[in-house]
């Protein structure tokens, strides 16, 4: 079993940045690839990003590449999604997950409870 809390969303104007943190108990992340996704309002949970179990390799949704970057802490069982160049549509509950790294919701077993990043324009 794995437990994730997210934190750092927030509100932020458009161009802005957000780093959030997805802290892990239970059995050790390093099992596990990563990811973030996000749902926003009156919107399907959409890929963000993901990272595999050693940290090497990274997947990112075309609407956040180049903006967004996830890596991670296995030693201290975390992951982070940083956020940079933010625009209104970005605004969402981001969740953080752990499971097998193919960017689809069904391939991640652990959610968190999610935290909300707002854009204002």
């Known amino acids: 079993q794995v437990q994730l809390v997210e934190d750092g969303g927030g509100l932020v104007q458009a161009g802005g940045s957000l780093r959030l943190s997805c802290a892990a108990s239970?059995?050790?992340?390093?099992?596990?690839?990563m990811a973030w996704f996000r749902q926003g309002p009156g919107k399907e949970r959409e890929f963000v990003a993901a990272i595999n179990w050693s940290g090497d390799s990274t997947h990112y949704a075309d609407s956040t590449k180049g903006r967004f970057t996830i890596s991670r802490d296995n030693a201290n069982n975390r992951v982070y999604l940083q956020m940079n160049n933010l625009e209104p549509e970005d605004t969402a509950v981001y969740y953080c997950?752990?499971?097998?790294?193919?960017?689809?919701?069904?391939?991640?077993?652990?959610w968190g409870q999610g935290t909300q990043v707002t854009v204002s324009s």
């Open positions: 997950a752990a499971g097998r790294g193919a960017p689809v919701s069904a391939a991640y077993t652990y």
């Open positions: 239970g059995r050790p992340v390093s099992f596990y690839a």
